[in-house]
């Protein structure tokens, strides 16, 4: 007789599939008699330790013994047993079912245990890591001065198309800084837009770049007081 612990399966289908393997029987093939004693030998060990069985085991025990007396009983015609099922095919099938989710379940499981062996950061406020000095001086966001120029620029189409030319001189980034640091010195405060008298691609962005490098080394201050306002650039000055 197979000995076993009382209380260690899930329920009545993975006591099943427990005795199952002990016997290495083939699980399409059940030698249900034999089974059927066993499992009915679990439910009397829990009674003699004073342990309530659940009325689940009781119920697949009454299958057992329904299923064990259909097969002994014989088949009394040519008929009857052309026409025969296994008494088992059900319980079979239930017992496949059970046993590819408990497979999947220990696999769910391993993967649970793995993952409490990760141990992950909680997300920071990234601003945090970033110098004060790489980030654009002005209450105007990027997006906000993007979309101002854009609108800026089809404004100017309509007057003058831009010049698509080779120009002679070349518009550097830094002539252009050096040129509006010029400007602010005598006018203390002018308009977004006043800083682009010349209209060529290449002035543009030359001057677009030369106005973003100095509002991030705060040469520059951005300002606009409320949305849809004038866009102001001003000679920075230290609080």
């Not at 393997?21 to 004073?50: F, H, P, S, T, V």
């Not at 299958?63 to 047993?81: D, Q």
């Not at 198309?161 to 800084?177: A, M």
């Amino acid at each position: 007789m197979i000995e076993f612990k009382i209380n260690e399966f899930e329920g009545p289908l993975d006591l099943l599939l427990h005795l199952i393997k002990e016997n290495k029987m083939d699980i399409m093939n059940i030698e249900i008699e034999k089974i059927a004693e066993q499992y009915m030998n679990y439910l009397e060990q829990q009674e003699k330790m004073n342990l309530e069985v659940a009325s689940e085991y009781l119920v697949l025990a009454s299958e057992l013994l329904e299923i064990k007396s259909k097969l002994l009983l014989p088949n009394t015609s040519v008929e009857e047993e052309e026409e025969f099922v296994d008494p088992r095919e059900e319980l079979v099938e239930r017992l496949l079912e059970y046993q590819a989710y408990k497979e999947v379940s220990h696999i769910l499981q391993d993967k649970e245990n793995l993952r409490k062996e990760i141990y992950t950061k909680s997300p920071e406020n990234i601003k945090n890591y970033i110098e004060e000095t790489s980030s654009m001086n002005t209450n105007v966001s990027l997006d906000d001065l993007v979309d101002a120029f854009k609108k800026y620029l089809e404004r100017q189409k309509e007057n003058k198309p831009l010049n698509t030319k080779v120009t002679v001189k070349e518009i550097s980034v830094s002539s252009r800084r050096k040129e509006i640091k010029k400007i602010l010195k005598e006018k203390k405060k002018i308009s977004f837009f006043e800083l682009f008298p010349v209209i060529s691609k290449e002035y543009i962005v030359a001057t677009f770049l030369a106005i973003l490098e100095m509002a991030k080394s705060r040469e520059l201050l951005i300002s606009q007081k409320d949305t849809f306002d004038e866009i102001i650039c001003e000679v920075y000055h230290e609080k």
